[in-house]
């Protein structure tokens, strides 16, 4: 088995911060994913990348920037923080199979911008 | 864009009850995953299932691809199966993006 973990599980910021959210995962997968989620709106996705230093954008880019330096880190940064703004940031990986792929979640940082 | 919806938005059920959720979406999926989410906490795959009935413990989920549609069944509801349930589809390829639908919230009163 494997773990994603990310940093930090809580983050507290300010209006107009610039504010960086990191993941980790030891599965050897090739695709990661980070999706926020918000009370009543589901699971949106922000980027994924399908390898190292690769880059795709998801339906709600904008206001952020990623970075996937290596293999098993990809890492998420809040470009302008919005105030009153609250959601969970959700990292995510996979390896793509014909059938049956199955996707693992981190444990999520909780963002509060007062 | 692809869009999933689930049902029922909520569920309440008394312990050892068993309860059925929904999942239907919009296009074609080759990829199917059902989801259990507790209060505060982050997303625990439950099982993989594009097609046919598939069977973990006292899940059975089965999906029928062509009429975009599947279910997932747990039998004898337990207290410790409250919680939400997510549904998310896809279609195989390199740029796999999972969609998900909003859930159902579970409560399963003892």
């Known amino acids: 088995g494997g773990i994603i973990t990310q940093t930090p599980k809580f983050l507290i910021g300010q209006e107009g911060q610039k504010l960086t959210l990191k993941c980790q995962q030891n599965?050897?997968?090739?695709?990661m994913y980070w999706y926020r989620q918000d009370s009543g709106k589901g699971l949106r996705l922000i980027y994924y990348?399908?390898?190292?230093?690769?880059?795709q954008k998801g339906d709600l880019s904008e206001g952020y920037d990623a970075s996937r330096e290596k293999k098993s880190s990809f890492s998420l940064t809040v470009t302008s923080a919005q105030k009153n703004e609250m959601a969970v940031f959700l990292c995510?990986?996979?390896?793509?199979?014909?059938?049956?792929?199955?996707?693992?979640f981190g444990k999520g940082t909780r963002l509060t911008v007062v | 864009g692809q869009q999933v919806q689930q049902s029922p938005a909520s569920l309440v059920l008394q312990e050892g009850e068993n309860a059925e959720l929904q999942c239907n979406f919009s296009?074609?999926?080759?990829?199917l995953q059902w989801f259990y989410q507790s209060p505060g906490g982050s997303l625990v795959s439950l099982l993989s299932?594009?097609?046919g009935t598939k069977h973990t413990g006292r899940l059975t989920s089965t999906t029928v691809t062509k009429e975009r549609r599947s279910s997932l069944h747990i039998s004898s509801s337990q207290t410790t199966d409250s919680g939400t349930y997510l549904c998310?589809?896809?279609?195989?390829?390199?740029?796999?993006?999972?969609?998900f639908g909003k859930g159902t919230s579970l409560v399963v009163h003892p």
């Open positions: 998310a589809i896809g279609a195989s390829g390199g740029n796999y993006k999972p969609t």
């Open positions: 599965f050897n997968h090739d695709t």
């Open positions: 299932n594009p097609s």
């Open positions: 995510a990986s996979t390896k793509m199979r014909t059938k049956n792929t199955e996707v693992f």
């Open positions: 990348s399908i390898t190292e230093n690769d880059l």
């Open positions: 296009s074609t999926a080759t990829q």
